[in-house]
């Protein structure tokens, strides 16, 4: 079967008479043209036409005969050789063929340092419009701009575009917005931003942006290195609670991580006219002898993108396909996505009458508290752990081993399932991914399921110390694309070391992002839970996340 992109065939309606569909796939058949014996056909006519080309050679200078004098059976060795060469390169992806084939925008953030002219700037959103659609002519002042965008006459999403001027763009916006409500928004600053930093990218129709405080938790003595971590936040004491669970850490010997799965999903879901045709496509995508196809086939969209593995679920006639795949130092979404349509794209010619619904069905499951996620992982699945010493625990946490082993069982598990808590096992792991993320430029809608987490702590050494971990299945986080390529959030990328792409070990930074994001969750819950244990923590937030400009005695959270 050729495996080269196909375009979508639309699906006939149900009930619609068809053409008849392959016979029910049981495990280890093939598909109806065998991809195995496509292979075999391609090889054999490769070889063939090579040994015979090289026979024909060696004959013609043996008897001097010039090479350009071919008769019809060369030319068609040459064409079996041409062809054969091609398809099998394409298919088994070889990676410069790839490369030069497939070339995706996510991808080019990986090449750091690329002397490639740059790309053209991004499209506005298309779910806007086009700016094309629009015959109004633009106005050259902007005040007939403003009143036509108030009028109706021109819509807002275009400014950009017609203009050319991002910053004026947005300007004129907010006078717009200002008059249609007749809202002052004054406290919103306009300008000190690169608006054309966002565009196609990051955010649509802006007016301004929200400036939050950044503050500085560490050093996190983490895997042997330091790190100063980065926590964007508005909530007082988050960060020098997490400042005090960093020092404990390092007066102990500092915490350990390991990263035990990186692999982002996403997952599809069709209907078929009855069950049985969706289980035949259940059976085919988890068969492992088809595995290797449908990997050539996912990976031709990006050079990063490498698919892992496919897991299926039903709900009557409907087919949810959840693909896992790693993606480099890329959160992922978008990679995992094309790759995910080139399959679907593929398995419509031999299973015509799939209707694929949503290239989303959330079986992934994106920004959504799922135990698929708890379970099977998303993302970066991470444990980190430490050993506190007890007179750590003492002089620094001020409390004792067995009160936070004690509160820890009561309160994270018990307390939680009792709540019946989806991956919320924990003290408050959402506030540290959630000010981390922000900084960074993640995706701050994925703390959801990136904040799923059971802390665990138990007595050691004779019940003298104290051993802590967290376990995160499911964060969700890259260092390049989206919000992290702006200045601010690209800064702390950099402080952490992992701006950017690994280009000597792809992937490499935005799992070490994800073990610092750990990290400070394991620092977060230690404080936390030892001012709950102590009786501090109504105490310190009254006195410290009230309007009072004297922080200088927060002593008893940051030191």
């Not at 790693?326 to 790759?339: C, L, Y």
């Not at 009458?353 to 290239?359: C, T």
């Not at 000010?435 to 802390?455: H, L, R, Y």
């Amino acid at each position: 079967m050729d495996v080269r992109r196909r375009r979508m065939v639309p699906p006939p309606a149900v009930g619609v008479a068809h053409r008849q569909a392959p016979r029910a796939l049981q495990a280890g058949d093939a598909l109806p043209l065998p991809i195995r014996h496509t292979n075999l056909i391609f090889s054999a006519l490769f070889a063939a036409s090579l040994a015979y080309l090289m026979r024909r050679w060696r004959g013609k200078i043996r008897s001097s005969i010039p090479f350009h004098v071919v008769d019809l059976t060369e030319i068609l060795a040459i064409f079996g050789l041409v062809a054969s060469l091609i398809y099998l390169l394409s298919f088994f992806g070889i990676a410069f063929v790839q490369s030069i084939v497939s070339s995706t925008d996510e991808d080019e953030d990986f090449l750091v340092g690329s002397s490639a002219a740059p790309a053209p700037a991004p499209a506005p959103c298309v779910l806007l419009g086009s700016a094309d659609t629009v015959s109004e002519k633009m106005p050259q002042e902007d005040e007939e701009i403003v009143a036509a965008v108030v009028s109706g006459k021109i819509p807002s999403y275009v400014l950009e575009t017609r203009l050319g001027d991002c910053r004026r763009a947005a300007g004129l916006r907010r006078e717009a917005v200002r008059r249609i409500t007749g809202r002052q928004i004054e406290g919103l600053p306009l300008d000190g931003f690169d608006y054309a930093s966002i565009l196609g990218q990051c955010c649509e129709l802006p007016v301004g942006y929200v400036q939050l405080p950044v503050g500085i938790a560490g050093p996190l003595l983490l895997d042997g290195q330091r790190f100063y971590v980065p926590m964007a936040t508005t909530e007082g004491c988050l960060v020098a609670s997490t400042n005090r669970g960093c020092k404990a850490i390092a007066e102990s010997g500092g915490a350990t991580s390991v990263v035990l799965r990186d692999a982002m999903t996403r997952a599809p879901v069709a209907r078929f006219p009855t069950a049985r045709r969706s289980a035949e496509l259940k059976a085919f995508l988890e068969d492992p002898a088809n595995f290797d196809t449908l990997s050539v086939v996912f990976n031709r969209s990006s050079r990063f993108g490498r698919l892992q593995g496919v897991q299926c679920a039903m709900a009557g006639r409907n087919i949810y396909m959840r693909f896992s795949c790693s993606t480099g130092d890329a959160m992922g979404m978008n990679m995992i996505s094309k790759g995910v349509q080139n399959v679907l794209d593929y398995l419509q010619d031999d299973f015509p009458d799939m209707d694929v619904i949503s290239i989303s069905g959330n079986f992934c499951a994106d920004k959504k508290p799922a135990a698929v996620n708890w379970i099977e992982g998303r993302g970066k699945s991470v444990v980190c752990e430490a050993v506190i010493k007890e007179e750590t625990v003492k002089k620094v946490l001020k409390t004792n081993v067995q009160s936070l082993v004690e509160l820890n069982v009561i309160k994270n598990l018990a307390g939680s399932a009792i709540a019946g808590a989806l991956g919320g096992f924990n003290a408050h792991a959402s506030n540290i991914v959630s000010a981390i993320f922000i900084a960074t430029g993640q995706d701050p809608a994925q703390n959801v399921e990136s904040s799923q987490c059971i802390t665990m702590l138990e007595a050691v050494n004779d019940g003298k110390d104290l051993h802590i971990s967290v376990t995160m299945p499911s964060i969700e986080v890259g260092t390049v694309g989206g919000g992290t390529q702006l200045a601010s959030q690209s800064a702390c990328l950099d402080l952490l070391g992992v701006k950017g792409a690994n280009r000597e070990s792809p992937g490499s930074n935005a799992r070490l992002l994800a073990t610092v994001v750990a990290g400070g969750v394991l620092a977060g819950e230690l404080s936390l839970l030892s001012a709950l244990a102590a009786g501090q923590l109504v105490k310190s937030h009254m006195k410290y996340n009230r309007s009072s400009r004297d922080m200088s005695k927060a002593a008893s959270l940051s030191a």
